[in-house]
């Protein structure tokens, strides 16, 4: 079978594949890998505009410069085999922390995170190699993120592995950093990840790098580099020699080797010592026993007083290690008129360090050096979004390739920093975006327009709120007349069923609640939000927070059918704030909070047919102390509201949604709290009297976000977890089976199709919407070999 399918082709085999799972066929093999990964491309599919968030890590394959792997903060990873044209997600269980290919096959490469996992065929699959599947006793998922670790046989807890070196003498021979809390655990695979063995702990809290000693003739020998010490390390006898630094803490540690001999590089930061710079970049050309200074050109116009450069990503050309390219976050520049201007973007270096120069440089407000292809992201928000690369990486065979990965989007250069060109998106001929697979957003709800079923509108955190008007297929910013200081999240929006093309915005600055990241430092009070209106179908909005205070960031509205067309009544949630009411369409707008507690993190709000009304105030944290949610019901027009208990052992209720044709019937999704290293009080409970009593329907240490009830059929319910799936009853929730081919780790709310029966929306808390059929797709090959050791694996 040959790697590219045609359209067809891709077709036949999703038909053959889907009937054979349903006639009963056993679990994927590695000889139909391939066309199941061509399948699972054309049953579930990614929507959005592209880009979106902080994505990272930009990895060349040496022997193929447009095969590159990217991953991002938020546990998607992405690979492409054509530069950037079009780009696969796929899932590892976590943030990925480091790629390595292996320089002698084009086809191998390593990934690491809280394991490492090896591909041989460039991508397409992946199997776990440390820790070795059968050392695992069981896959955790703990706290408010769900963070995936390992927990061996012997007992141990395997979390972070930052490193990865493949020997590039003898690519069988591997070399990780297994970070524990007693230091760093230097593990060595002679044979391609079979087997390990401890060579050495040293101490450090983290590994910036690994290299081998076959860049400098000791092949038995590598240098690791942690924040805080450097290490020369024999590998066959364990011995450790501890590299002095020139600096305390070190920020980035890159390196190369020509003509035998090995270059080291470090970036430390900057500060003013005697009226001179200190720190900012180093270089050893002896194996790190000397270090000097090169910034020629990084402060030319910096003078003592002024705020000091700082200088984050550094990316050098193994094969040309004179070649190098670094990320400026922060340089000043004096203006005429005595005011410091701040620029940022990249600078490179052709003669190792001693001189660089800037070969991409900005404001807030202007690309300045003008050779920069951008999209979306630039022309809507300026180069302020995406700021100064985050992550660079330079092909190792090629000095003129260098990518580099910001705050939202990716670029790179082919000619050394000539030109720069965005490979996150596509331009549409009217103007809209479709992405190109490298998708890193976080959204809320999926909306649809009552008077035109091409009309699609999402919801999304940090670039506020895209919609499509042909299905899906490309995508429309809409954040025209919102505050600039709203614009981070749109929380949720509703049209008016009855009114062609009105619509009610909620927005706020403070974005990615109810995760109680956002409010653990108490001064949630400085974020702003508000609500909008629109009349032309969210092509612009405008104001609509008369009594609102300022500082409301506005997590849900809801729209009563029932009230006057002319007058509506809405009901906003301010986090921090309790219940609004607004009946005049939302031109001003009434605190309704009497009945509830302390805790007015009002998150969601919930009518039934009968005009009840239904809060979730979500869990919250005061001074280090957490704050339990609550639930309360208004049966009068929220002017009064009483509690309404919570299913036992349960204080973060984070969705509520109910059965259509029985509305007494309904689901409440639930947040687990973590005590003693276990996670209790979560998963999905239902009640059959409107909330005076609950069952646990789903196990209680999953991270259940929220469910959806098939309008088609409302015994079939659809859950989405932060655990890597989704799972689907069709049975009010008595059994369970995973949605296949959907393993995204962070997963939001489920959106059933309303226009096309069968398909459903699955929203996500950084890998943008996921899109496809309902049942999942039975079979589909789901990017791991050999996933026994997975937490559902043979549950569901």
């Given amino acids: 079978m040959t790697r590219t399918l045609s359209k067809k082709m891709r077709s036949i085999l999703v038909a053959v594949l889907l009937s054979m799972a349903l006639a009963g066929c056993g679990r994927t093999t590695p000889e139909t890998r391939t066309?199941?990964?061509?399948?699972?491309?054309?049953?579930?599919?990614?929507?959005?505009?592209?880009?979106?968030?902080?994505?990272?890590?930009?990895?060349?394959?040496?022997?193929?410069?447009?095969?590159?792997?990217?991953?991002?903060?938020?546990?998607?990873?992405?690979?492409?085999?054509?530069?950037?044209?079009?780009?696969?997600?796929?899932?590892?269980?976590?943030?990925?922390?480091?790629?390595?290919?292996?320089?002698?096959?084009?086809?191998?490469?390593?990934?690491?995170?809280?394991?490492?996992?090896?591909?041989?065929?460039?991508?397409?699959?992946?199997?776990?190699?440390?820790?070795?599947?059968?050392?695992?006793?069981?896959?955790?998922?703990?706290?408010?993120h769900a963070d995936q670790y390992f927990l061996t046989t012997d007992g141990r807890k395997i979390r972070t592995i930052p490193q990865v070196l493949v020997d590039p003498d003898d690519s069988d021979k591997l070399y990780i950093g297994d970070v524990r809390p007693d230091g760093i655990r230097v593990m060595h695979s002679p044979d391609g990840g079979q087997s390990w063995r401890l060579v050495a702990t040293v101490g450090g809290s983290g590994v910036l790098n690994?290299?081998?000693?076959?860049?400098?003739?000791?092949?038995?020998?590598?240098?690791?580099?942690?924040?805080?010490?450097?290490?020369?390390?024999?590998?066959?006898?364990?011995?450790?020699?501890?590299?002095?630094?020139?600096?305390?803490?070190?920020?980035?540690?890159?390196?190369?080797?020509?003509?035998?001999?090995?270059?080291?590089?470090?970036?430390v930061n900057i500060s003013e010592k005697n009226g001179k710079l200190a720190g900012g970049v180093y270089r050893s050309d002896d194996l790190g026993q000397n270090w000097r200074q090169v910034i020629g050109g990084l402060a030319a116009d910096w003078k003592s007083g002024m705020r000091v450069p700082r200088f984050y990503a550094l990316a050098v050309c193994q094969s040309a290690p004179d070649v190098a390219y670094l990320s400026c976050g922060y340089y000043p520049r004096p203006l005429t008129d005595g005011q410091i201007e701040r620029q940022f973007g990249i600078f490179k270096t052709v003669d190792g360090g001693r001189n660089w120069s800037w070969v991409y440089r900005a404001t807030s407000e202007e690309m300045l050096s003008k050779n920069h292809k951008a999209a979306w992201m630039m022309e809507d928000y300026g180069p302020e979004w995406g700021e100064y690369p985050l992550s660079l990486g330079v092909s190792p065979t090629d000095p003129d390739i260098c990518w580099a990965n910001d705050w939202g989007t990716t670029y790179r250069t082919l000619d050394g920093g000539g030109l720069w060109e965005q490979v996150y998106t596509e331009r549409m001929p009217d103007g809209s975006w479709r992405s190109r697979g490298l998708d890193v957003t976080t959204n809320y709800g999926i909306h649809f327009d009552p008077f035109d079923p091409k009309h699609v509108f999402i919801s999304y955190t940090d670039i506020g709120a895209f919609h499509s008007f042909n299905g899906g297929q490309s995508w429309v910013h809409s954040i025209e007349g919102v505050p600039s200081s709203w614009r981070n999240t749109c929380y949720w929006m509703v049209f008016d069923p009855d009114v062609k093309g009105r619509a009610w915005g909620a927005w706020g600055a403070g974005h990615d609640l109810p995760r109680p990241k956002m409010f653990r430092s108490g001064n949630f009070d400085r974020y702003v939000g508000g609500v909008t209106v629109s009349g032309d179908a969210a092509r612009s909005w405008r104001r609509s927070n008369e009594g609102l205070p300022p500082n409301t960031?506005?997590?849900?509205?809801?729209?009563?059918?029932?009230?006057?067309?002319?007058?509506?009544?809405?009901?906003?949630?301010?986090?921090?704030?309790?219940?609004?009411?607004?009946?005049?369409?939302?031109?001003?707008?009434?605190?309704?909070?009497?009945?509830?507690?302390?805790?007015?993190?009002?998150?969601?709000?919930?009518?039934?047919?009968?005009?009840?009304?239904?809060?979730?105030?979500?869990?919250?944290?005061?001074?280090?102390?957490?704050?339990?949610g609550a639930m309360y019901v208004s049966g009068d027009g929220a002017e009064s509201w009483r509690p309404l208990a919570m299913p036992p052992g349960t204080n973060a209720p984070n969705d509520l949604v109910y059965d259509p044709t029985e509305p007494a019937r309904m689901y409440l999704s639930c947040w687990p709290d973590t005590a003693g290293g276990a996670e209790t009080g979560g998963g999905l409970w239902r009640s059959e009297d409107a909330g005076a009593s609950w069952k646990p329907v789903f196990r209680q240490d999953a991270h259940v976000y929220a469910a959806a009830v098939d309008p088609e059929n409302p015994n079939t319910v659809i859950i989405n977890t932060f655990d890597s799936a989704a799972f689907r009853s069709d049975d009010r929730g008595e059994s369970w089976r995973r949605l296949e081919g959907y393993t995204f780790k962070w997963g939001h709310r489920p959106v059933f199709d309303i226009h096309n029966p069968g398909m459903i929306y699955l929203t996500t808390f950084g890998g943008s919407v996921f899109y496809g059929p309902a049942g999942g797709v039975p079979g589909a090959f789901e990017d791991i070999l050999d996933p026994t050791w997975q937490k559902w694996y043979g549950k569901y």
């Avoid at 530069?83 to 997600?89: A, I, L, S």
């Avoid at 269980?93 to 995170?113: G, H, I, K, L, M």
């Avoid at 020699?241 to 090995?262: F, H, N, V, Y």
């Fill in 35 to 144: 066309e199941q990964v061509a399948a699972n491309a054309v049953s579930w599919r990614v929507l959005g505009p592209g880009g979106g968030g902080a994505q990272y890590l930009s990895t060349i394959n040496p022997q193929d410069p447009d095969h590159v792997f990217v991953r991002c903060d938020m546990t998607g990873v992405y690979v492409t085999t054509d530069g950037g044209k079009k780009w696969r997600m796929f899932n590892l269980r976590t943030v990925v922390r480091d790629f390595e290919f292996d320089p002698s096959n084009p086809n191998t490469a390593y990934a690491s995170n809280s394991g490492v996992y090896r591909t041989d065929d460039r991508g397409d699959s992946w199997r776990l190699v440390y820790p070795r599947p059968a050392d695992i006793a069981e896959e955790m998922m703990t706290g408010d």
């Fill in 210 to 267: 690994i290299f081998p000693g076959a860049w400098y003739g000791s092949p038995a020998e590598i240098i690791l580099f942690a924040a805080e010490a450097g290490w020369r390390i024999n590998v066959e006898s364990g011995k450790v020699e501890k590299i002095t630094l020139p600096a305390e803490m070190i920020r980035a540690a890159e390196g190369g080797s020509a003509q035998g001999k090995a270059v080291f590089y470090l970036a």
């Fill in 553 to 628: 960031v506005c997590t849900h509205i809801l729209l009563d059918p029932d009230s006057p067309v002319d007058a509506r009544t809405l009901y906003v949630c301010g986090f921090g704030k309790g219940v609004f009411r607004s009946t005049d369409g939302g031109r001003s707008w009434t605190l309704k909070n009497s009945g509830i507690g302390e805790n007015l993190n009002a998150w969601r709000i919930t009518r039934t047919p009968d005009g009840m009304l239904y809060l979730l105030v979500a869990r919250g944290l005061e001074q280090g102390r957490v704050v339990d």
